[in-house]
């Protein structure tokens, strides 16, 4: 799922400027995260008309990132939007695009921030799992990500700052590497990590577009 | 700054400035950069060691200036955001002053797919405008990019930085410059100059906004050495803009090499006359022995 953040109210209410303004929220992981669903939604807009700003609608989109989803959930506000100056997404950075790819006649505004793909640990608690780094190498670590688990990316780990299991870089993060490292010492398999790890082929991150 | 460049003297002089690009070489040894060294040495004003360029492992630029420095020549840095994130950057820039070096030019880098390892992972921390704003801040305010102070010596740049002054939106083009000065850029070598016609409203413009006042420009001047290179840069070098009438000189001439050396002796002569070019920079990839003759039937020789 993709994690977001909502982005301060003092920001958003800066960017919404005078307005008016149509909200647009997400049914999908910003509903999930509490970013974007509609009982965020519906708040954000009692704090916009708190400070004087008109809504002139709002809509939860199935999910933001469907491009002619969007098309036709959003074609009954059509007058709504045509009344707005900027439309405010709360979705993540996908969403907001994708409404920017539908009108580019309005001021879009982000009022979430994206940060990672990762998973619901317990509710309200959301872990990053994955760099998409275009190709897999989940089968060499016991299915444990050190792309985007370890801040180094490391593939040759652990490094020499894990103590007691915990990263060097953020206490609260378990170092990957020693997850990886009690996995096989179970398995009785310790011996897989004398192998060295050949350098990441970055490239297949580069794509920007598949077609099926 | 507290001790100029010889390119710098040239320029805030008013002299017709010409810098010459030297590559480094696939591997280790130093007498592959003094002896193309030897041949251009004394004609031009600084000499650029290009970093990495087109994203094909070489020398690094910064042992290439050392080498030029010891060879009695100035040099000019060239540092692009591919390969460094901006600790290394700035790092490598107090580096590169401590020994002596004085010109540097910022780039944001061509992109590591087109080089020999595109399974690398590009790192572009920072683009060059940000590189160029870091630079000047360290010189003139003697601060770091997160806004520590440098303890032991602010250093010493002559900053440069590059112009396209044909890549599309050419709208955009000459804004992009001027926010380049406004970065901190002190001179700029431009893309190499086929389409004068371009580079012409380019300069216009340039000059009707007074900013050649504010910054050298030098044009860049890149020698056709053959057909097939000619072909390569005009459909394969992305931001290259060579017009179709000296694609067709070159196809047609029964010695493209001469026929390519004529077109940028006359480029050079008309680019002279532009108003506000205030020098030339050769690139004359895999022809630096060319650069000699070039200079001086263009009249751009002997050096001051």
Known sequence: MIITKQKKFEEIIKSVDKGPVFIVGCNECATLCHTGGEEEVLEMKKKIEENNINVTGWKILEPACHLNNDRRLLKPYKAEIEKSKNILVLACGNGVQTISHLYDNKDIISGNDTLFLGEIVRANEFDKRCNMCGECLLDLFEGLCPISRCPKSMLNGPCGGSVNGKCEVDKNLDCIWDEIYKRLKKKGRLNQLNEIQKPKDWSKSLDMKRRI | ?304
Not at chain 2, 45 to 57: K, R, S
Not at chain 2, 105 to 119: I, K, R, V
Not at chain 2, 240 to 256: H, L, R, S, T, W
Request: charged letters at 25%; a neutral charge; proline letters at 5%.
């Open chain 2, 1 to 304: 700054m507290v001790c100029k460049s010889n390119l710098q003297r040239s320029l805030d002089e008013g002299l017709f400035a010409v810098t010459a690009e030297i590559g480094p070489p696939k591997g280790s040894d130093p007498e592959k950069i003094t002896k193309k060294a030897e041949i251009v040495k004394g004609f031009a004003d600084a000499f650029n060691i290009t970093d990495n360029q087109t994203a094909v492992v070489r020398m690094s630029s910064m042992a290439g200036c050392c080498i030029l420095l010891k060879e009695k020549m100035e040099p000019i840095l060239q540092m692009t955001c591919r390969d460094r994130n901006r600790i290394a950057l700035q790092s490598d820039i107090l580096g590169a002053s401590a020994v002596g070096i004085k010109n540097m030019l910022f780039l944001t880098g061509d992109h590591q797919s087109f080089g020999n390892h595109p399974e690398s992972k590009g790192v572009f921390d920072i683009d060059s405008m940000q590189l160029l704003q870091m630079v000047k801040k360290m010189r003139d305010d003697g601060i770091f990019q997160n806004g520590d102070e440098i303890l032991a010596k602010n250093p010493d740049v002559f900053v440069g930085a590059a112009a396209n002054p044909f890549a599309d939106p050419f709208e955009l083009r000459v804004d992009r410059l001027h926010k380049k000065i406004l970065a901190g850029a002190d001179f700029i070598q431009t893309q190499s100059v086929y389409n004068l016609e371009k580079f012409q409203v380019w300069m216009d413009e340039v000059c009707s906004l007074g900013l050649d006042k504010k910054i050298h420009i030098l044009a860049g001047v890149t020698p056709l050495k053959s057909l097939r290179m000619t072909e390569r840069m005009k459909f394969h070098v992305p931001g290259v803009d060579i017009p179709d009438d000296i694609y067709n000189i070159m196809k047609k001439a029964d010695d493209p090499k001469s026929k390519g050396y004529e077109i940028a002796v006359n480029l050079i002569n008309d680019i002279k006359k532009i108003r506000g070019v205030h020098g030339i920079h050769i690139t004359a990839l895999f022809w630096e022995d060319i650069v000699p003759s070039l200079v001086k039937e263009t009249g751009i020789y002997p050096r001051y």
